[in-house]
């Protein structure tokens, strides 16, 4: 019985994990370290409860709520010694080929946003969730999310401008 679960954990963990990453380099903005840092966490939470977890009826939206409130968790609990860079250290992938100014400037723009912000983004644009299932997993009201969700794309375009064609193109 036990191995048969660790087996389903293993399973499910190889087949999340690059989407949970993914999900996580946009929450950090671009930190590949914390991103790879809270995934592992994440996925440690996941190993813990999986008994319960592999019942729910959607055990990949349940890792997806778990990351965000630990990358949440995360910003709360962050060290007043620790300061945030707009360098990026790690050279550009050649394979993300003519797209790169665009990532580099939406990463940049995600960054200055405040992490529950954030969280909203990647939530409701990225993860494609509803306002309710993103109020859940923030532990907030859905009147929170939609007010949230209205200020945070202002203030993306504040950032960004109305049209992103001109960061495609660069």
């Known amino acids: 019985m036990r191995q048969r679960r660790a087996d389903e954990y293993a399973e499910f963990a190889a087949a999340r994990a690059g989407h949970l990453y993914r999900s996580a380099c946009l929450l950090t903005a671009g930190d590949t370290h914390l991103a790879e840092d809270l995934v592992q966490e ?22 997806q709520t778990v990351l965000a ?9 962050r060290s ?5 860079t707009d ?13 790169m100014p665009l990532r580099l400037t ?3 723009a995600l960054g200055r946003l405040p992490a529950k912000d ?18 859940r997993a923030m532990n907030a009201s859905s009147a929170a999310v939609r007010t ?8 993306l375009r504040e950032l960004l401008g109305e049209d ?5 193109r660069s």
């Open 42 to 63: 994440t996925l440690g939470r996941l190993y813990v409860s999986w008994g319960r977890v592999s019942r729910v009826g959607n055990p990949a939206g349940y890792a």
């Open 80 to 84: 007043s010694t620790e300061r945030a």
């Open 106 to 108: 939406l990463l940049e």
């Open 87 to 99: 360098v990026l250290p790690d050279l550009p992938d050649e394979r993300a080929g003519q797209d």
């Open 164 to 168: 992103l064609s001109d960061y495609a």
């Open 118 to 135: 954030r969280a909203v983004v990647v939530l409701r644009y990225w993860e494609d969730r509803s306002i309710e299932e993103t109020a």
């Open 148 to 155: 949230r969700c209205v200020r945070v794309l202002g203030r």
């Open 69 to 77: 409130r630990t990358f949440l968790a995360h910003q709360r609990k």
